[in-house]
Protein backbone atom coordinates (compact mmCIF):
# COMPACT_ATOMS: atom_id res chain seq x y z
CA UNK A 1 0.00 0.00 0.00
CA UNK A 2 1.12 3.06 -1.12
CA UNK A 3 0.62 5.66 2.56
CA UNK A 4 1.56 8.44 0.93
CA UNK A 5 -0.73 8.36 -1.62
CA UNK A 6 -3.45 11.25 -1.84
CA UNK A 7 -7.17 11.45 -0.37
CA UNK A 8 -9.63 13.84 -1.55
CA UNK A 9 -13.01 13.00 0.30
CA UNK A 10 -14.35 16.58 1.33
CA UNK A 11 -16.12 19.12 -0.47
CA UNK A 12 -13.53 22.09 0.73
CA UNK A 13 -10.11 20.16 -0.65
CA UNK A 14 -10.17 21.45 -4.83
CA UNK A 15 -6.29 20.82 -5.07
CA UNK A 16 -3.15 18.80 -3.35
CA UNK A 17 -1.98 21.65 -1.70
CA UNK A 18 -1.32 21.27 2.34
CA UNK A 19 -3.83 24.43 2.47
CA UNK A 20 -6.58 23.29 0.20
CA UNK A 21 -8.93 22.70 3.39
CA UNK A 22 -8.16 25.42 5.27
CA UNK A 23 -11.40 25.76 7.30
CA UNK A 24 -11.36 21.57 7.51
CA UNK A 25 -7.99 22.58 8.99
CA UNK A 26 -8.31 24.63 11.13
CA UNK A 27 -11.79 23.95 13.08
CA UNK A 28 -9.28 20.88 14.73
CA UNK A 29 -8.37 23.44 17.14
CA UNK A 30 -11.65 23.01 18.98
CA UNK A 31 -10.58 19.42 19.73
CA UNK A 32 -8.30 20.64 21.65
CA UNK A 33 -9.57 23.36 23.64
CA UNK A 34 -12.20 20.42 23.73
CA UNK A 35 -9.69 18.63 25.44
CA UNK A 36 -8.34 21.43 28.03
CA UNK A 37 -11.33 22.34 28.98
CA UNK A 38 -12.43 18.75 29.81
CA UNK A 39 -9.00 18.00 31.46
CA UNK A 40 -9.78 20.81 33.86
CA UNK A 41 -13.35 20.47 34.98
CA UNK A 42 -12.03 17.00 35.58
CA UNK A 43 -9.20 18.10 37.76
CA UNK A 44 -11.41 20.39 39.45
CA UNK A 45 -13.80 17.54 40.57
CA UNK A 46 -10.54 15.18 41.35
CA UNK A 47 -11.02 12.93 38.21
CA UNK A 48 -8.48 13.71 35.99
CA UNK A 49 -7.11 10.32 36.40
CA UNK A 50 -7.48 6.77 34.90
CA UNK A 51 -10.03 6.91 31.96
CA UNK A 52 -10.99 10.30 32.11
CA UNK A 53 -7.25 11.39 31.53
CA UNK A 54 -6.85 8.62 28.90
CA UNK A 55 -9.89 10.35 27.16
CA UNK A 56 -8.73 14.18 27.52
CA UNK A 57 -5.51 12.74 25.57
CA UNK A 58 -7.29 11.09 23.20
CA UNK A 59 -9.41 13.88 22.46
CA UNK A 60 -6.62 16.57 21.93
CA UNK A 61 -4.77 13.28 19.75
CA UNK A 62 -8.07 13.53 17.60
CA UNK A 63 -7.35 16.88 16.73
CA UNK A 64 -3.85 16.89 15.92
CA UNK A 65 -4.83 13.90 14.01
CA UNK A 66 -7.13 15.10 11.96
CA UNK A 67 -5.31 18.19 11.39
CA UNK A 68 -2.62 15.74 9.49
CA UNK A 69 -5.25 14.40 7.31
CA UNK A 70 -6.77 17.43 6.55
CA UNK A 71 -3.43 18.96 5.59
CA UNK A 72 -1.65 16.42 4.53
CA UNK A 73 -4.81 14.00 3.15
CA UNK A 74 -2.79 11.03 2.87
CA UNK A 75 -3.19 7.38 3.71
CA UNK A 76 -0.96 7.80 6.52
CA UNK A 77 -2.72 10.77 7.90
CA UNK A 78 -6.08 9.39 7.40
CA UNK A 79 -4.91 6.49 9.58
CA UNK A 80 -3.74 9.07 11.93
CA UNK A 81 -7.02 10.75 11.98
CA UNK A 82 -8.85 7.68 12.23
CA UNK A 83 -6.81 5.53 15.05
CA UNK A 84 -7.67 8.09 18.07
CA UNK A 85 -11.02 8.61 17.25
CA UNK A 86 -11.64 4.71 17.47
CA UNK A 87 -9.52 4.37 20.46
CA UNK A 88 -11.28 6.89 22.51
CA UNK A 89 -14.93 5.17 21.42
CA UNK A 90 -13.39 1.96 22.94
CA UNK A 91 -12.15 3.61 26.25
CA UNK A 92 -15.28 5.50 26.27
CA UNK A 93 -17.68 2.60 25.82
CA UNK A 94 -15.34 0.70 28.35
CA UNK A 95 -15.82 3.48 30.96
CA UNK A 96 -19.38 4.02 30.55
CA UNK A 97 -20.52 0.18 30.83
CA UNK A 98 -17.98 -0.29 33.69
CA UNK A 99 -19.44 3.42 35.31
CA UNK A 100 -23.19 3.18 34.51
CA UNK A 101 -24.05 -0.38 35.21
CA UNK A 102 -21.95 -0.51 38.13
CA UNK A 103 -20.13 -3.57 37.25
CA UNK A 104 -17.17 -4.74 38.09
CA UNK A 105 -13.85 -4.31 35.94
CA UNK A 106 -14.05 -8.47 35.32
CA UNK A 107 -17.60 -8.74 34.15
CA UNK A 108 -16.94 -5.03 32.28
CA UNK A 109 -14.13 -7.17 30.42
CA UNK A 110 -16.95 -9.50 30.00
CA UNK A 111 -19.70 -7.08 29.35
CA UNK A 112 -18.04 -4.86 26.58
CA UNK A 113 -17.13 -7.57 23.73
CA UNK A 114 -21.23 -8.01 23.87
CA UNK A 115 -22.14 -5.17 23.51
CA UNK A 116 -19.40 -4.31 20.67
CA UNK A 117 -21.13 -7.59 18.89
CA UNK A 118 -24.45 -5.88 19.43
CA UNK A 119 -23.51 -2.58 17.83
CA UNK A 120 -21.56 -3.83 14.99
CA UNK A 121 -24.81 -6.12 14.14
CA UNK A 122 -26.75 -3.14 14.34
CA UNK A 123 -24.45 -1.51 11.86
CA UNK A 124 -24.34 -4.44 9.38
CA UNK A 125 -28.33 -3.76 9.23
CA UNK A 126 -28.34 0.10 9.00
CA UNK A 127 -25.06 -0.92 6.03
CA UNK A 128 -27.79 -3.28 4.25
CA UNK A 129 -30.93 -1.02 4.05
CA UNK A 130 -29.09 2.68 3.87
CA UNK A 131 -29.20 4.66 0.91
CA UNK A 132 -26.50 6.11 -0.89
CA UNK A 133 -26.00 9.33 0.37
CA UNK A 134 -26.04 8.04 4.33
CA UNK A 135 -23.64 5.54 4.13
CA UNK A 136 -20.90 7.51 4.86
CA UNK A 137 -22.48 8.04 8.14
CA UNK A 138 -22.14 4.20 8.77
CA UNK A 139 -19.30 3.93 10.64
CA UNK A 140 -19.99 5.67 13.54
CA UNK A 141 -23.56 3.99 14.02
CA UNK A 142 -21.96 2.49 17.02
CA UNK A 143 -21.14 5.59 18.35
CA UNK A 144 -24.73 6.84 17.86
CA UNK A 145 -26.29 4.11 19.47
CA UNK A 146 -23.76 4.10 22.21
CA UNK A 147 -24.21 7.46 23.36
CA UNK A 148 -28.49 7.27 22.42
CA UNK A 149 -28.01 4.15 24.78
CA UNK A 150 -26.74 5.49 27.25
CA UNK A 151 -28.82 8.59 27.64
CA UNK A 152 -31.82 6.44 27.65
CA UNK A 153 -29.75 4.34 30.67
CA UNK A 154 -28.93 7.01 32.96
CA UNK A 155 -32.70 8.82 32.25
CA UNK A 156 -33.75 5.08 33.16
CA UNK A 157 -31.12 5.31 36.73
CA UNK A 158 -32.77 8.89 37.68
CA UNK A 159 -29.35 10.18 36.95
CA UNK A 160 -28.62 13.92 37.32
CA UNK A 161 -25.96 13.44 34.40
CA UNK A 162 -28.95 11.86 32.10
CA UNK A 163 -29.34 15.45 30.78
CA UNK A 164 -25.81 15.91 29.99
CA UNK A 165 -25.36 12.64 28.34
CA UNK A 166 -28.30 13.19 26.41
CA UNK A 167 -27.48 16.82 25.31
CA UNK A 168 -23.80 14.75 23.90
CA UNK A 169 -26.07 12.64 21.49
CA UNK A 170 -27.96 15.00 20.56
CA UNK A 171 -25.27 17.30 19.07
CA UNK A 172 -23.49 14.08 17.88
CA UNK A 173 -26.77 13.80 15.84
CA UNK A 174 -26.53 16.85 14.95
CA UNK A 175 -22.52 16.55 13.82
CA UNK A 176 -23.12 13.62 11.79
CA UNK A 177 -25.52 14.86 9.82
CA UNK A 178 -23.22 17.58 8.91
CA UNK A 179 -20.82 14.94 7.82
CA UNK A 180 -22.90 13.80 5.86
CA UNK A 181 -24.35 16.45 3.72
CA UNK A 182 -20.41 17.73 2.66
CA UNK A 183 -20.32 15.98 -0.68
CA UNK A 184 -24.51 16.23 -1.56
CA UNK A 185 -24.65 19.56 -0.60
CA UNK A 186 -21.28 20.72 -1.85
CA UNK A 187 -22.75 22.45 -5.41
CA UNK A 188 -24.81 24.97 -2.75
CA UNK A 189 -22.27 25.42 -0.28
CA UNK A 190 -19.03 25.59 -1.89
CA UNK A 191 -16.92 25.15 1.46
CA UNK A 192 -18.93 22.47 2.23
CA UNK A 193 -20.29 21.32 6.33
CA UNK A 194 -17.55 19.19 7.79
CA UNK A 195 -16.08 21.96 9.30
CA UNK A 196 -19.20 21.86 11.36
CA UNK A 197 -18.42 17.83 12.00
CA UNK A 198 -15.14 19.05 13.91
CA UNK A 199 -16.61 21.57 16.03
CA UNK A 200 -20.19 20.11 17.19
CA UNK A 201 -17.80 17.06 17.51
CA UNK A 202 -15.80 18.67 19.81
CA UNK A 203 -18.53 19.80 21.85
CA UNK A 204 -19.99 16.06 21.88
CA UNK A 205 -16.81 14.55 23.40
CA UNK A 206 -16.11 17.23 25.88
CA UNK A 207 -19.76 16.43 27.20
CA UNK A 208 -18.36 12.53 26.74
CA UNK A 209 -15.80 12.93 29.78
CA UNK A 210 -17.64 15.37 31.57
CA UNK A 211 -20.23 12.93 32.22
CA UNK A 212 -18.43 9.82 33.01
CA UNK A 213 -16.03 12.68 35.09
CA UNK A 214 -19.08 13.24 37.09
CA UNK A 215 -20.03 9.41 37.22
CA UNK A 216 -16.60 8.61 38.72
CA UNK A 217 -16.80 11.46 41.57
CA UNK A 218 -20.58 10.52 42.62
CA UNK A 219 -19.45 6.67 42.84
CA UNK A 220 -16.57 7.73 44.78
CA UNK A 221 -18.69 10.07 46.97
CA UNK A 222 -21.26 6.81 47.07
Same mark, same amino acid.
Given at each position: ? +????????????? #? =?????E?? +?A?? +?????L???????????? *???? %?????? !???????????F??????????????????QL?? @???? %??? &??????????????L??????? @?? $???? *??????? =??????? *??? =??? $???????V????? %???L???????? @? &???? #?????????P? !???? =?L %??H???H? $???V?????????? *?????L???
Amino acid at each position: M +NWTAQIDGYCERL #S =PAFWAEPI +NAVT +NAAFLLAALVAFLHARRI *GQAR %GAVLVL !CLLLAAIGLGSFAFHTFATRWAALADVAPIQLFS @LVAL %GAG &VHRFTGAHWPRTALLVPVVLAL @LI $LATW *GFAQVAP =PALRGAV *GYA =PAF $LSLWGFAVLLTVQ %GSALARTMAAAA @L &VFTL #SLTARTLDLPF !CDTI =PL %GTHWLWHL $LNAVTLALVIRVLA *GQGAALRRG
